[in-house]
């Protein structure tokens, strides 16, 4: 069930120093991500996790960050300018159906979906659009608040994600978030 799309003004708050504190991007991301990756950020707002992923794949990597608001984008680009990276993020405004990213169908080593699959009207196409991205054996690492979530939802949100080809591999630790890493195939 949609819970809405997250206010503009919310993207401050997620993208506040604090954060760290709980949600470390590298202590969340870096045991799945390698130099040279191509990575896809859905629902990427303001860029927290972006930026550390963009450090992370280096020169040679990409990261694909797609998010329905075009001002969270803009946001992520002066944002990501700042930490001169911009030239390894590619951003992109996606929709409701559809990431918008035909270019990187059947390559992006890893995605990250990250508090997004509860503001989606439709987590079952998400998850397919997601699995369409990733290479054959490619991981996604999802992650919802459990502020928000109920476990039961989280849990129906995972077979969304199985029917989708995206089977669970691991449950790893997140603060305040129910947590699954999937793997195509
Ligand atoms: C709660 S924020 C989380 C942002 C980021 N992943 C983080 O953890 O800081 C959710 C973001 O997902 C975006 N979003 C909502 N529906 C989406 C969809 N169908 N596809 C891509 N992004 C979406 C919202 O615009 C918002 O920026």
């Given at each position: ?5 997250c206010p503009h003004w919310v993207g401050y708050f997620l993208v506040s120093p604090l954060r760290?504190?709980?949600h ?21 707002a303001m860029?927290w ?23 969270m984008?803009?946001s ?39 508090a ?29 608040p ?40």
């Amino acid at each position: 069930m949609s819970h809405g799309v997250c206010p503009h003004w919310v993207g401050y708050f997620l993208v506040s120093p604090l954060r760290r504190l709980f949600h470390n991007p590298e202590k969340i991301l870096q045991p799945f991500v390698n130099p040279g990756m191509t990575v896809l950020d859905v629902g990427c707002a303001m860029g927290w996790f972006t930026i550390p992923l963009a450090r992370m794949v280096g020169h040679q990597g990409k990261v694909v960050a797609v998010d329905v608001q075009e001002k969270m984008l803009r946001s992520l680009a002066k944002r990501a300018r700042k930490a001169e990276v911009g030239e390894r993020i590619v951003p992109r405004a996606c929709t409701a159906t559809s990431l918008e990213v035909p270019e990187f169908e059947g390559i992006v080593d890893f995605a990250v979906a990250f508090a997004v699959v509860h503001e989606v009207s439709d987590a079952g196409l998400l998850f397919q659009n997601i699995a369409r991205a990733l290479k054959p054996g490619g991981r996604c690492l999802v992650a919802e608040p459990k502020g928000h979530v109920r476990i039961e939802e989280f849990q129906r949100s995972l077979s969304m994600a199985e029917k989708a080809g995206l089977y669970v591999l691991d449950t790893p630790k997140v603060a305040g978030s129910h947590a699954a890493l999937l793997r195509k195939g």
